[in-house]
T-cell receptor, first 116, second 118 residues
Framework: DTGVSQNPRHKITKRGQNVTFRCDPI?????LYWYRQTLGQGPEFLTY????????KSRLLSDRFSAERPKGSFSTLEIQRTEQGDSAMYLC??????????????FGEGSWLTVV | AQKVTQAQTEISVVEKEDVTLDCVYE???????LFWYKQPPSGELVFLIR??????QNEISGRYSWNFQKSTSSFNFTITASQVVDSAVYFC???????????????FGKGITLSVRP
């Protein structure tokens, strides 16, 4: 499988716990994105990496959220002290080294988070 | 700010009917890209098409066709002879230019749930 891989696919956690999601992009894709999608809504941009550098973060990404991409390969998204409002699907995506603007983004299957 | 509006929320058709999914966008950029993605129940967003703002030619791919009209800021998607496997949520998205280089950051509409009944 050469697509974007995410795990775990589903996570149920108690309020206040920390959770971490992992994303493995398509090999040789140097750009990596995290999006969040809640029920009945389209995905919303959270953050963007070019190689290992995190170049942009959305206002949606509160201080409890942290994303990393060591060595420019896989990425992790950690949510600390989870709240019920964090319940959503977290989508990872990657795009190839290209002109940059308007490159097609390829998404993974997402990681569903339920905070109880 | 960029905005994508998908006014239709749910559409239900019978197999073999044609169906058109509407998308209207707002942007101040003169150069931009538009996308359609399909999201089946599994959750993965499947890329369908990318169109840049300078190319207003309609495109056909099998049973799928897209009508881009810059004058009305619309990028509509038609499925001909729909099939049950077409049942999914369809998203229209707009790529905005960003100085950070996140030039493929997408603004999505809320999606249209298409149900195709046998």
């Amino acid at each position: 499988d050469t697509g974007v891989s995410q795990n775990p696919r589903h996570k149920i956690t108690k309020r206040g716990q920390n959770v971490t999601f992992r994303c493995d992009p398509i090999s040789e894709h140097n750009r990596l994105y995290w999006y969040r999608q809640t029920l009945g809504q389209g995905p919303e941009f959270l953050t963007y990496f070019q190689n290992e550098a995190q170049l942009e973060k959305s206002r949606l990404l509160s201080d409890r959220f942290s994303a990393e991409r060591p060595k420019g390969s896989f990425s992790t998204l950690e949510i600390q002290r989870t709240e019920q409002g964090d319940s959503a699907m977290y989508l990872c995506a990657s795009s190839p080294r290209g002109q940059g603007f308007g490159d097609t983004i390829y998404f993974g299957e997402g990681s569903w988070l339920t905070v109880v | 700010a960029q905005k994508v509006t998908q006014a239709q929320t749910e559409i239900s058709v019978v197999e073999k009917e044609d169906v058109t999914l509407d998308c209207v966008y707002e942007t101040r950029d003169t150069t931009y890209y538009l996308f359609w993605y399909k999201q089946p129940p599994s959750g993965e967003l499947v890329f369908l098409i990318r169109r840049n703002s300078f190319d207003e030619q309609n495109e056909i791919s099998g049973r799928y066709s897209w009508n881009f009209q810059k004058s009305t800021s619309s990028f509509n998607f038609t499925i001909t002879a729909s099939q049950v496997v077409d049942s999914a949520v369809y998203f229209c998205a707009l790529s905005e230019f960003a100085l950070t280089g996140a030039n493929s950051k997408l603004t999505f509409g809320k999606g249209i749930t298409l149900s195709v009944r046998p």
